[in-house]
């Protein structure tokens, strides 16, 4: 209850979070601005519980309010996050440069994209929306967190196209010293509405250590009662969120088999590409 009583006292004073996210139709994406390829379309609305709201404010709740228990997930590198909130988006740049050393581990990781996944809620009517074009049916998990990507796409990697290759207009991926980028803006929804990402940079091309997690990322930004978008927490993330991440895969994974054949203008595959078990490193 401490984490809930800390949410209720930020949110009093912060408001919420949204987007309508980067990803976009795949023939928009190769003829407009990038900021314009960044809005998301509104999707059917499913309400969440308080917990999942706690969850993810738990930071928040620690720097802003005193309340203890918020602890690190694994960081295995170091993060650089720019980003300023223009009109309701929020045009961003994440980085993660991996150094093993930095977590005690021993690793040569030659690819390290990043998968993300988000969380919108909407304070006005008290509901999540989905962040994506993409149908998302069962994809999001219990408290509303998914794996963002867009429609078309099959892989949960995000910047990873059907055709295998990665899209520097969303960010590739890096190595050991070599940092990985993801681009995006969401924007694009009314106004009173919190949008909640974490970044994943996971070790996809490796003989040692595939399928590892090198860290995690939260960031965030609030469309405030006038629709102005308010950078919020951009921080290392969080235990509890790296779980949340897991039951976000699983739910991704459960769809993915059941998605219909995904064409994203590079390649055409039957389905959504499950993501193999993915474990800290």
């Known amino acids: 209850m401490g984490n809930l009583r800390c949410l209720v006292r930020i949110a009093d004073c912060q408001g919420r979070s949204g987007r309508n996210s980067f990803h976009e139709q795949e023939d928009e994406r190769r003829i407009m601005p990038v900021w314009i390829l960044k809005r998301r ?29 918020c602890q690190p997930t694994l960081e295995c590198g170091t993060w650089t996050f720019s980003g300023t909130p223009t009109g309701n988006s ?68 995000y910047s990873l196209q059907n055709n295998g290759t990665f899209s520097a207009t969303y960010g590739l991926p890096g190595s050991n010293g070599t940092a990985s980028t993801l681009i995006d803006a969401p924007g694009g929804w009314g106004a009173n509405i919190y949008f909640y990402a974490v970044d994943v940079p996971v070790c996809y091309s490796s003989k040692t250590c595939k399928d590892k997690i090198l860290g995690y990322y ?13 950078k919020f927490i951009t921080a290392p993330a969080w235990k509890d969120l790296d779980t949340e991440f897991q039951n976000a895969v699983a739910a991704w994974n459960a769809w993915a088999p059941t998605s219909g054949s995904e064409n994203d203008g590079t390649g055409t595959l039957s389905h959504a590409v499950v993501l193999p078990t993915l474990s800290d490193l």
């Open 90 to 157: 929020f045009p961003m740049t994440d980085t993660f440069t991996f150094n093993p050393g930095n977590c005690g581990k021993s690793c040569d990781c030659s690819q390290d994209p990043i998968i993300q996944m988000v969380w919108v809620y909407d304070a006005t009517n008290h509901m999540n929306l989905y962040a994506s074009d993409q149908p998302q049916g069962t994809r999001s998990d219990a408290n509303g967190w998914a794996i963002d990507q867009l429609n078309g796409w099959a892989y949960a990697y």
């Open 41 to 69: 379309f509104h999707m059917k609305a499913r309400s969440v519980g308080l917990r999942a709201v706690a969850s993810a404010v738990c930071l928040a709740c620690f720097l802003f309010t005193g309340c203890t228990g």
């Open 218 to 230: 939260f960031w965030s930004y609030i469309l405030d009662n006038t629709d102005t978008g308010q």
